[in-house]
């Protein structure tokens, strides 16, 4: 492999992400509906392409290695999307919010996140693979630092893994199924993801029609998510094994439905690898240049330093590879073989994807290992204590006395205490806290300290534990067989000033209203909201049930269709807007009101809150700043 080689697989790979990204994204919808398409050609053709995050994000993060080194960490990622990544739908929101209140990865995806199993990280494998090619154990592990941004715990951290190692192989292999083995010997056997991609090779194996493939892929991992990600995984399998050509190949995949511009890039992306740009055909590649468009006039991606012209971008992507390579010892890219290449793939094990911890944030400070982990959730509520977990491991090379005290916000407590501890090279010692909160002081983010001392040491400095506020609710007794239109004995145009009759308390610890019925009929959630200055806001009730919701006694929004529960932050998307609705919050006390109809016990129903802006929605991240949820003067 030269430097010439290595450089025309590269441009071919972001040329091939936009085409397929440009010919899949007008087709993308919200849900994920049985019927296929039947298209072979861009359906819309814009010059320079469609933006599409699954492109731009890459450019990020090609900014984070440059700045950072390849010594990055998951923290240093979620620097990046506060800093510079402004999309809040799915996934993306809700990691989000978590950040923005001092979560760090992996918990800030894993808590409070309905949409771990996304196509959000599978989409952004493209970069590792360059800077890492033919070393699919380096990918992989820069694959999954990114996806515990905003998967973790989910098949989605999977699914980044498989495609930086397939897509790091496609520079010394050509054959798709091969690469398809490779990429499922990263990934752990059991998953979803596996077992999707799995049965798309089988069904090529036995000679199975692709139209037949896909709709048996689609009965066996159905879910009424079209950005679910294992399933897209298995469609997107279908276009590598089952195209005859670029073009064809795209189309296959694109024509299986669902998350169709993350499906089409991820296979121009990676023949765009095997082909090179010189060889990708001039029909397909010719009418959207060499510029990448990104959307940033409408608040997608904000301070990008990275090219967007995708020759200066290879330039500083292969760059980047000599400097990846020299960082982890492995000299420089063109001293690469198909036969290290394969070597390299016997690294391979999934063992460390089955048994990272989604749960745990890790810190490294002073020669110590800290693992801060959570038990149920990252909340904390006013009607139980919240149980956090503190290990330290001593990797300095002699042995130190250590003392971990807990610092917490006003109105906290917790009676656990770690006393000094004498620990031995490798020695670990932990010590679980139950920490308590007054309910009247619980904020949307409640931020202490582990404040470590070491004897005889320099001190270290203290690492954030950050519980979320939970909300306070009151429930009203169950309408049985009541529906959303019935008047039930609830005032609905009523601002409260006491609590109703029969109404008690409810706490959650994200956004779920944990709605658990055995029969159908109508139920009331009744909640307070404090902000410090007006504020335009998206309210939302997504459900797979029906809902109306009052604020401050005056009716807001019903639901308008029945639609798949599918909670995004601002109802983006086909058909989300049905749960969802713009209102006006006053300064200081909001009063909202909720009623719900429940279908029976497979109601799920959730309730977000959300800061919106004229130019691009949830601009402010998901939720409403300044608001003390927890708060609520009724008694």
């Not at 790979?13 to 039947?38: A, R, V």
């Not at 072979?40 to 090609?62: A, F, R, T």
């Not at 771990?116 to 800077?131: F, H, N, T, Y």
């Not at 038990?375 to 009607?383: H, L, M, P, T, V």
Request: aromatic share 10%; hydrophobic share 35%.
């Amino acid at each position: 492999m030269t430097e010439q080689k290595f450089k025309n697989k590269m441009t071919g790979c972001w040329i091939g992400k936009n085409s397929g990204g440009t010919l899949g994204g007008p087709l993308e919808k919200g849900y994920g509906e049985k019927e296929m398409f039947h298209i072979d050609w861009y359906p819309s053709l814009p010059e320079g392409g469609i933006p599409n995050d699954d492109l731009e994000m890459q450019l990020v993060w090609l900014q984070v290695l440059r700045q950072k080194g390849p010594g990055f960490t998951a923290h240093d990622l979620a620097q990046s999307w506060m800093d510079s990544i402004k999309y809040n739908f799915d996934e993306y929101g809700f990691a989000k919010v978590n950040m923005n209140k001092g979560l760090l990865p992996p918990v800030c995806s894993w808590y409070n996140n309905p949409f771990k199993d996304c196509m959000g990280s599978p989409i952004r494998s493209e970069i590792w693979a360059c800077v890492a090619p033919g070393h699919p154990e380096i990918a992989a592990y820069y694959a999954f630092m990114d996806a515990i941004c905003d998967h973790g715990g989910g098949e989605s951290v999977f699914g980044e893994v498989y495609n930086a190692v397939m897509q790091s192989m496609a520079f010394f292999i050509d054959d798709p199924l091969e690469l398809t083995k490779i990429g499922l010997k990263a990934i752990p056997e059991d998953s979803l993801t596996a077992a999707c991609i799995s049965e798309a090779m089988e069904l090529h194996s036995r000679g199975e029609g692709y139209e037949d493939a896909r709709h048996t892929l689609y009965e066996k991992f159905y879910d009424s998510n079209a950005q679910y990600s294992p399933l897209n995984l298995g469609f997107q399998t279908i276009g590598l094994l089952y195209g005859t050509d670029f073009g064809d190949a795209m189309c296959k995949a694109v024509n299986c439905g669902y998350d169709t511009d993350c499906t089409g890039a991820t296979v121009g992306a990676t023949l765009g690898i095997i082909l090179g740009y010189d060889k990708l055909p001039s029909r397909w590649i010719e009418p959207l240049g060499k510029n990448i468009t990104v959307n940033i006039a409408t608040g997608g991606i904000e301070n990008l330093e990275t090219p967007t012209e995708v020759d200066e971008l290879t330039e500083q992507t292969y760059e980047m590879t000599k400097r990846v390579l020299a960082y982890w010892g492995k000299g420089d890219p063109t001293a690469i073989t198909k036969e290290l290449a394969l070597e390299n793939c016997k690294k391979l094990d999934p063992a460390w994807l089955e048994s990272y911890k989604s749960n745990t944030i890790e810190f490294n400070t002073g020669g110590l290992k800290l693992e801060l982990s959570y038990q149920d959730d990252a909340a904390i509520i006013g009607s139980r204590p919240s149980t956090v977990k503190l290990s330290i491991t001593n990797e300095n090379f002699g042995s130190v006395d250590v003392k971990a005290s807990l610092m917490l916000p006003e109105g906290f407590s917790t009676e656990e205490e770690m006393a000094v501890t004498r620990l031995k090279k490798r020695e670990q010692v932990s010590c679980t806290y139950l920490i308590r909160a007054n309910s009247q002081m619980i904020k949307q983010s409640n931020v202490g300290f582990v404040q470590l001392q070491m004897m005889n040491r320099p001190i270290p400095q203290a690492i954030p534990l950050v519980l979320c506020g939970g909300r306070r609710f009151f429930i009203s007794p169950f309408f049985k067989g009541k529906r959303l239109e019935d008047a039930t004995t609830v005032p609905e145009s009523e601002i409260f000033s006491s609590l109703p009759v029969g109404f008690k308390e409810h706490w959650t610890v994200d956004n779920d209203l944990q709605p658990s019925f055995s029969d159908a009929g109508v139920v009331y959630y009744l909640h307070e909201i404090f902000v410090e200055r007006q504020k335009d806001v998206y309210i939302g009730v997504p459900t797979n049930g029906r809902s109306a919701f009052f604020l401050n006694g005056s009716f807001v929004h019903e639901t308008t269709k029945n639609v798949p529960f599918r909670p995004d932050l601002g109802g983006v998307g086909e058909g989300d807007s049905a749960n969802y609705a713009k209102a006006h919050l006053e300064k200081g006390w909001n009063q909202l009101l909720i009623k719900l109809e429940a279908l029976g016990p497979d109601t799920m129903a959730h309730l977000t809150l959300s800061s919106s802006d004229d130019t691009f929605m949830l601009r402010n991240c998901g939720y409403v700043d300044g608001i003390n949820e927890a708060m609520t003067r009724l008694r």
